[in-house]
């Protein structure tokens, strides 16, 4: 939408044309542009689909391995209306979300709180930070087992790593605001009179807070991956539960259908990520076009 | 009572500062600097630029110590932060996520005032520099002339007893460069604050100021100092063309013009 009112403004108008002539010019361009981008959008993902369903029925991918978009729906339709073989779809997806949303919740907290302390304590950072290092070398997912051993098959174990999985990339970006905060705004705070912890909850905070939430966007998502993981290694219920008996069925429409649900899920979420953040942060600066 | 009233507010004796540089190696930013100012005193410290004009300032918050030497604020030495001070930044130091009025608030508010109090005087300080109707404005929302004013009410609304500034307009147009000089005289003549003003304009020092020190190319240290006589209340935009004006400004700039031309050799070496 930007590139579409820079570049009404940039034509060359006849000598004369009154500025609602031009703004009538320029929003009905931005419609169109608009207009443009869903058009292709949507074209795209129509032709994807009627290229694999075509690719599907005519046996130039095998259906049994790569399914077909028609079988997706009608199994998305069988599971949502009659439920799945293992009981309702919706608990399934129910259990899965209580796992991704309370891992995410804690370790984000987790992570800022940390992120936040060693951020404002060198020497606290500069020892613990080797143990950090080491910790976040192991990759997550072999602690699947491992926490499924100790804590079991319910729902203690698919939180653990899904705080796992959130807590580091939280944790970096909390303890890189706070060292990134305006040295001038820090000193100005401290003149003014703050204390150090009105310090740290008035300046430091807010001004890590762009950081803070550009690791929420994408940790959300490996909160998801924690407890579909955690399903996988053992459960009984969840979406990976789902995906993981299909696959023992070779049933791949049911594999595609429970990444479909996954997908719609993690994008709902980030949605609702970016409204809450466009609330928080309504003191940026807005492109031109959107203050006007 | 009576003589502290008479102690300077600001002095600084041999004071000397060194800093380690990331790779370990010390350097002398300040050597045997001495300054006092008085009570209600403009001060201005001009000098090349890089000579160490703001360590200066840094010394007096106490946000710095010195290396050597003693530095003294209304007769007593430097312990951390001193609440009589205010100080004003080269660079924007607004919190950009509060409105105009509660950045103003930030101080009274910082120092346990309760928030109808803050608000009270913060509207007041607004009025007084004439911003009552961007209370509740984003500073991205301002130009950089309004951000200056908004930094300044934020500032004179803890009534420091010592105003420091630090090249505070250097980022500023002419214009709106003048028009905030006038601002500041106003401000200061009404709150009868003694100010330390950094700045690399040696006119902005001669017409803002009772006093200007010329500083030598780093380490720095005091070469000399000019006592400026001219009248108060003075009208900034105007007073550049005054014969005594231009005769300050002739026999500053060629002190400062040796400093200036040693910095530069040294930095093209």
Redesign the interface.
Known sequence: MTDATMDISSRAFRPGTSDAEIEAAAAKAARHRRRTVMFWRVAILVAFLVLWEFAARLAWIDPFFYAMPSAIALRLYEWTTEGTSEGPLWYHLYVTMEESVIGFVTGSVAGIIIGVALGRNRMAADIFSIYIKVINSIPRVVLAPIFIMILGLGLASKVALAFVMVFFVVFHNAFQGVREA?R??I?????????NW?LTR??IV??A?SWIFASLHVSFGFAIIGAIVGEFVGSRYGIGLLINIAKGSFDAAGMYAAIVIVMVVALGAEYLMTMVEDRL?????QPLHETQ | MAHEKTTPAIELINVSRRFLSPTGKSLTALRDFTMTVERGEFVAVVGPTGCGKSTTLNLITGLASPSAGEVRVMGGPVKGIDPRIGFVFQTDALFPWRTVIENVMAGPLFRGKPRPQAQASARDWLARVGLSRFEQHYPHQLSGGMRKRVALAQTFINGPEILLMDEPFSSLDVQTRVLMHEELLRLWSEARASVVFVTHDLEEAIALADKVYVLTAGPATVKSVYTIDLPRPRVVADIRYEQSFIDYSRTIWADLKEEVETSYARAAA
């Open positions: 305006d001038a705004m000193a100005n705070a401290r003149i003014l009179g703050a204390s009105q008035s300046v807010p001004s807070m942060a309504k003191w940026r600066p």
